[in-house]
């Protein structure tokens, strides 16, 4: 199929999924200042007022006056200075960010900065540039971009109102969603009922953590949740028979079951039970810089280049629905 009908068919698609999906704009507020005017001269009164002050008056000494806190140089600022731009990745987050068998990040998020890192670049027409990649944590990703030590976070965080309030997001960059995975031979989950009584294993500090213990709650099922470091311990401890169940988000469930080793071992149930929009966190405040990557993200999704680099990962399975929904609402132009 031409190019022009694969993207008129994703728009009849978005039209047809209107009632399933928002996707919110990432809109910052911006602040506003307000100067000063300074008196006008030739008030009424102004003549009567003393030149001077009496001379048996005391002046007080002048207050310090401190100098204001030095100001953080932009994003782009710095990598103008260092010549280097750093991607912050996960260890062990694939499809979407992992350390490869070559030593070197890899996923379809981390792509998508690499052609960041490209943008930056070319926007700042830098001879060279290098490239860093800095190996973050679930727990302290949020911090690595506030106190600087990243400048994006390219692995697969999911986009919600109380992260806004620490760090800026750029436009959603996939659309997931947690299911539940069993051993091989048990009933696959429908519901969340049917973890009643059950261990129930999930990656501790992350939203899919919060969603489900909320989610429980609210049902009022009570069941056992184990924390894990990591979706290949918690996999294992599910193979081995030390959790009833393991709950995560289905797309990286999906590649792990298929490639490492799981496979007839576990089953993943077909059932979403959240959607989660994930997006690149960027320094908060970075006006220029998110700019920059939104139009880097908006340009690729409005071309077949967004779907090149999503084989690279997923290979020749396409994309589904709701992802070319989101590629074609979040194509912003120019």
Excluded: W
């Excluded at 209107?18 to 300074?38: E, N, W």
């Excluded at 990040?105 to 490209?118: K, M, T």
């Excluded at 799981?262 to 970075?286: C, H, I, M, V, W």
């Amino acid at each position: 199929m031409a190019a022009s009908g694969r993207r008129g068919a994703a728009r009849a698609q978005v039209l047809a999924l209107g009632s399933m999906l928002l996707l919110a704009g990432l809109a910052v507020p911006m602040g506003s200042v307000r100067a000063q005017t300074p008196a006008p001269a030739g008030v009424p009164g102004a003549a009567q007022m003393p030149s001077q002050l009496p001379s048996q008056i005391p002046l007080a000494p002048a207050a310090p006056v401190e100098a204001p806190p030095p100001v953080a140089l932009s994003t782009l600022d710095r990598v103008t200075q260092n010549k280097t731009f750093r991607i912050g990745y996960r260890h062990f987050a694939p499809p979407y960010s992992y350390e490869a068998t070559n030593g070197k990040p890899a996923g379809y998020i981390v792509d998508l900065c690499r052609e960041v890192a490209g943008a930056v670049k070319r926007a700042l027409k830098l001879d060279t540039m290098k490239v860093d990649y800095v190996e973050i944590t679930a727990e302290n990703r949020f911090d690595a971009v506030r106190q600087g030590r990243i400048d994006i976070l390219c692995e697969p965080t999911s986009l919600t109102m109380s992260r806004r309030a620490l760090v800026d997001f750029s436009l959603p960059t996939f659309l997931d969603g947690a299911s539940v995975v069993t051993r091989d031979g048990k009933a696959p989950v429908k519901g969340l009922e049917q973890l009643s009584g059950k261990k129930v294993g999930v990656l501790k500090g992350t939203t899919t953590e919060e969603t489900l213990r909320t989610t429980l709650e609210q049902m009022h099922v009570k069941a056992d949740i184990a924390t894990v470091d990591d979706h290949p311990q918690g996999l294992a401890l599910l193979a081995d028979g030390k959790l009833d169940a393991y709950f995560g988000d289905r797309g990286i469930l999906h590649y792990l079951i298929r490639n490492t080793g799981f496979d007839g071992k576990l089953n993943l149930s077909d059932q979403y039970f959240t959607f989660e929009t994930y997006a690149l966190a960027l320094p908060r405040g970075d006006q220029s810089f998110r700019l920059l990557v939104d139009s880097t993200l908006a340009d690729l999704y409005r071309t077949d280049r967004i779907r090149e680099i999503y084989a690279r990962t997923f290979g020749t399975f396409p994309p589904d629905q709701f992802l070319n929904a989101l590629f074609v609402i979040n194509g912003v132009p120019r």
